[in-house]
């Protein structure tokens, strides 16, 4: 009831390129949905977030889709860059309660 | 600095011994979320502070593992007697209530 699958677990994309991550949730409470970038040696670092009452979120050349009834939800990185290389996680939960994780995409940005 | 500020960055201990991990959250900050992160098991909670509530323990993974906060702000999570198990990435995270947890660049742990 509490997980977040997250696919895939790594990507390789060619710069200019479109990568795409998914994420599917059980919980129907959940109310509030992050994707986070991580370098290595760093930590998360929020990168955009949506709630459920709309169907798309736009931040630049990040776009976070989500389907409610679906229970599913996925992030959008457009042009993707070599700097774009690292790895991404989404996440759920409610009000201030844990974050509940992905368990992580790989993304690789070939220039 | 702005940030959430976790010390040490990291931490070579002998198994059996205890560590103390500290986290210094953003000011102002009512929440406090400790995360650990290891190879295979993603990021997983471990323990939530809201200012004066009781602490969420609920992902604390045995009784060796204990955390306090004190005054609201700085908050140590100690782990006693460690095991080669608890190698990992220990993360702090905190945030006003509701909004966004922001997080430091954690604290490594290596036992020999």
């Known amino acids: 009831q509490q997980q977040v699958k997250q696919s895939p677990q790594s990507l390789i994309v060619q710069k200019g390129g479109i990568s795409i991550i998914n994420c599917a949730y059980e919980?129907?409470?959940?109310?509030?949905f992050p994707w986070y970038q991580q370098f290595p040696g760093k930590g998360p670092a929020l990168l955009i977030a949506?709630?459920?009452?709309?169907s798309e979120k736009k931040e630049g050349r990040f776009t976070i889709s989500f389907n409610k009834s679906a229970k599913q939800f996925s992030l959008h990185i457009m042009d993707s860059q070599p700097g774009d290389s690292a790895t991404y996680f989404c996440?759920?939960?409610?009000?201030?309660?844990?974050?509940?994780f992905g368990q992580g995409t790989r993304l690789t940005i070939n220039p | 600095g702005a940030g959430v500020s976790q010390s040490p960055s990291n931490k070579v201990t002998e198994k059996g011994k205890d560590v103390e991990l500290r986290c210094d959250p953003i000011?102002?900050?009512?929440?406090l979320y400790w995360y650990r992160q290891s190879l295979g098991q993603g990021l997983e909670f471990l323990i939530y502070?809201?200012?004066?509530?009781?602490?969420?323990k609920s992902g604390l993974p045995s009784d060796r593992f204990s955390a306090e906060r004190t005054g609201g702000s700085v908050s140590t999570l100690t782990i006693q007697r460690t095991q080669q198990e608890d190698s990992a990435v220990y993360l702090c995270?905190?945030?006003?209530?509701?909004?966004?947890?922001?997080f430091g660049d954690g604290t490594r742990l290596s036992i020999l």
């Open positions: 995270a905190s945030s006003l209530v509701g909004q966004p947890q922001h």
């Open positions: 919980n129907t409470a959940f109310d509030y």
């Open positions: 949506i709630r459920p009452d709309v």
């Open positions: 996440a759920a939960n409610k009000g201030a309660q844990k974050l509940v």
């Open positions: 000011s102002g900050h009512t929440a």
């Open positions: 502070f809201q200012g004066n509530s009781a602490p969420d």
